[in-house]
């Protein structure tokens, strides 16, 4: 009896894995998703739009994603395993933005569009369209804010950097340089973190975007000079971290931590008075965009066209406080948190 | 052992004959040793001599580089801040590894035991007190598993703890939904998870009561390690497990414990990590089980088992802390940190087997 149904169950097993390739040739498109890891929120609710868009257009969506932020080889996988399924299109937010560039081509070459998702690919034109933050006018927006809260201060402030990774990928670049030449320093070369030499910058360290590293960078800086009065920060859980620092100080009142993304919790922590400003970003779009150009791109070869005068398809930005500046648009925090992700 | 016999122990019949006899036929040979056989002899008999060597030279040397900002009072004890929670792993990892074997997922049970303290006691709603009990709880059973898996299905532990590693981190995801448990909300609802990040002044420094329970851990451990049987137990399991099992030692039994207890180890640290981190954060410490592994090996503690004083990982813990607070004062690229701690691993280990080699 065990043993007929075990069989039976195979063998219904064995018809099932027949049939799906089939019925996925006929009619559906296949397409899919590569996020850096499972782990960040951003990629959660991007995996959801992309999830829910899929659904609703009727695409066949496969997840993929690699174990830490920096894990370059199981993308490089995902990527073959893609280009083997016969998928038509691929979006993907790179761990590592140049590396992955060779094995992006290969699935160009096969006939699938490529999207960049967030993180831009080095040279940016590897891959077909790039849907993503600005991030760099998503600093600049937080920088142009501290600048005009401190006012006539902010020609002696005291800069705090706290960056993401010593591999500085593209989207800690570009934060990180354009919150500096928002808060109105001389960055020289836009494409390096650390070339400035304005005396206001206390130092750069790491966090690797969570709170125990935000607080640790933190604690480094202080000791290297405990008069900062302004903190940058790659995200918002190291933003999180580098708030618990300074009240192991007892200086969380009279320093301005800014910082970007937008998730809920950090919009909450805005609210709280922890972040004084956040620029906020919106995944779900980037994710359900991308999913449209996919099928677009299976329907009709049309591939997607870049925002004026950017060199990407621009899914917005804004900048998120309940202390609005003059000439620097934000919304407010009630709308930020109706907007926000995670 | 000894080489004079205790003139209280009697003289049995047949060795009377030697009284007489010529002794310098049949006597150990002494020879004369070098300079470095006998600091290889002294470092044999005191295995964390080398590591506090090291720490001492480390902080005189950063003292130099990085100025008096390294010496303040209040950088050493962020430095112990700092490597608390490592520290603490480091003390469940050495148990493991006094064993012979090695803990890959002593970060994930971190985690994965803070994520459930924080979910239950925000999420949920249970008592704090209650909630930390249960991660204990879960903490053991996570070690539990491991050393079941080891002893009764006779896996390596490499391998059984890589296998749990991931299993504890996608639990944790799974669990936290990858979102962290906000400062705020923890303050509101449940402050005794924030415990261990309280801290007290003394004089300029500021010592939280996370690493004062990392002394303390480090304190317990060596007292049951050196002066209970169960202790001398796992050394002589360490070192050779047939011959601790032929001389009566129920060895299995002894292993789960050891897994258990490192797990409990682990448990408090993750509440011990809430407090430092001042959230509840699935995305922290991911790196967490090597730098343990890291403090271990600096620490004079043998990979190969039943070597090393547990001492010596917070030593070493101690040690990566002052060299990445020295570099950074310093001004040292955050690569070149990880740098010095890579060759600081290496010739950790490089040492560790040049004292095995010791001969007579």
New interface residues.
């Given amino acids: 009896m065990k043993k007929a149904l075990l069989g039976a169950a195979l063998g219904a097993l064995a018809l099932g894995m027949t049939a799906a390739p089939n019925a996925a040739k006929a009619d559906e498109i296949g397409a899919c998703l590569i996020t850096k890891t499972d782990i960040n929120p951003f990629f959660v609710k991007m995996k959801e739009g992309a999830s829910a868009k899929a659904e609703e257009l009727g695409i066949n969506l496969s997840t993929y994603a690699g174990k830490i932020d920096g894990d370059h080889e199981t993308q490089v996988q995902a990527i073959e395993s893609c280009i083997a399924s016969g998928a038509k299109g691929i979006l993907l937010t790179a761990s590592d933005t140049k590396a992955i560039v060779p094995v992006v081509k290969k699935a160009r070459d096969a006939g699938l569009i490529v999207i960049a998702l967030d993180t831009p690919l080095e040279p940016i034109d590897a891959a077909d369209a790039t849907f993503a933050t600005d991030n760099f006018k998503a600093g600049e927006l937080i920088g142009q804010w501290a600048a005009a809260k401190l006012g006539d201060k902010a020609a002696d402030a005291k800069i705090a950097l706290l960056d993401l990774t010593p591999s500085a990928p593209s989207v800690d670049v570009l934060r990180d340089q354009g919150f500096l030449k928002g808060f109105g320093i001389d960055i020289k070369d836009p494409n390096k973190i650390g070339d400035e030499d304005d005396d206001r910058i206390v130092g750069h360290d790491v966090t690797n975007g969570n709170e125990e590293g935000g607080r640790t960078a933190m604690e480094n800086l202080m000791q290297r000079d405990s008069d900062i009065n302004v903190v940058y920060t790659i995200n918002e859980p190291a933003a999180a971290g580098a708030y618990e620092a300074l009240k192991s100080f007892g200086m969380e009142d009279g320093v301005l931590i800014v910082s970007v993304d937008g998730g809920c919790p950090g919009v909450a922590n805005v609210k709280d008075g922890v972040i004084g400003a956040t620029s906020q970003q919106y995944p779900l779009l980037m994710a359900s965009k991308g999913i449209e150009a996919i099928k677009a791109w299976a329907d009709s070869g049309e591939k997607p066209q870049n925002s004026q005068g950017l060199n990407f398809y621009n899914t917005g930005v804004n900048l998120v406080t309940d202390q609005p500046v003059d000439g620097v648009p934000s919304i407010d925090v009630a709308e930020g948190m109706d907007r926000c992700w995670g | 052992m000894s080489e004079t016999p205790k003139s209280s122990r009697q003289k049995q019949e047949f060795e009377h004959a030697l009284e007489s006899s010529d002794r310098n036929v049949a006597q150990f040979e002494h020879k004369h040793r070098s300079f470095f056989g006998n600091v290889q002899h002294f470092l044999h008999g005191n295995p964390t001599m080398v590591p506090v060597i090291v720490l001492i030279f480390s902080i005189i040397i950063f003292g130099f580089v990085a100025g008096s900002?390294f010496f303040s009072p209040f950088?050493l004890s962020?430095i112990m801040?700092?490597v608390s929670i490592i520290g603490i792993l480091a003390a469940a990892q050495s148990l493991v590894i006094l064993t012979a074997g090695i803990d890959l997922s002593v970060g994930a049970i971190m985690v994965l035991m803070s994520v459930i303290m924080g979910q239950l006691a925000v999420t949920i709603g249970i008592p704090a007190p209650i909630a930390i009990i249960i991660g204990c709880i879960g903490g053991i059973c996570a070690g539990g598993l491991n050393g079941f898996l080891v002893t009764r299905i006779k896996l390596p532990p490499f391998i059984v703890t890589l296998g749990t590693w991931n299993i504890f981190f996608a639990l944790n995801?799974w669990l936290s939904?990858?979102?962290?448990i906000?400062?705020?909300t923890l303050d509101e609802i449940a402050p005794l998870l924030k415990f261990f990040?309280e801290?007290i002044a003394l004089g300029g420094a500021?010592i939280t009561y996370g690493s004062i329970l990392m002394l303390v851990i480090f304190a317990v451990l060596w007292y049951i390690l050196n002066h209970t049987s169960w202790g001398r137990h796992v050394y002589a399991i360490g070192d050779d497990k047939e011959a601790a099992e032929l001389s009566g030692i129920r060895t299995n039994r002894t292993l789960i414990t050891v897994y258990c207890l490192a797990g409990l180890v682990c448990a408090i640290g993750a509440w011990a990590?809430i407090g430092?981190?001042?959230?509840v954060?699935?995305?922290?410490?991911?790196e967490a089980n090597l730098q343990s592994i890291t403090a271990v090996v600096i620490g004079g503690i043998s990979l190969f088992g039943g070597r090393g004083s547990i001492i010596g990982p917070l030593i070493g813990a101690l040690i990566v802390g002052v060299f990445n607070?020295g570099l950074?004062?310093a001004?040292v690229?955050?690569?070149w940190q990880?740098f010095a701690i890579g060759w600081l691993t290496i010739i950790a280990v490089a040492i560790d087997q040049w004292i095995r080699k010791v001969s007579s």
């Fill in positions: 900002k950088n962020l801040q700092q995801l939904g990858a979102q962290s906000r400062s705020q990040g801290s500021r990590s430092r981190v001042g959230s954060s699935p995305q922290s410490f991911q607070s950074r004062l001004g690229d955050v690569l990880v």
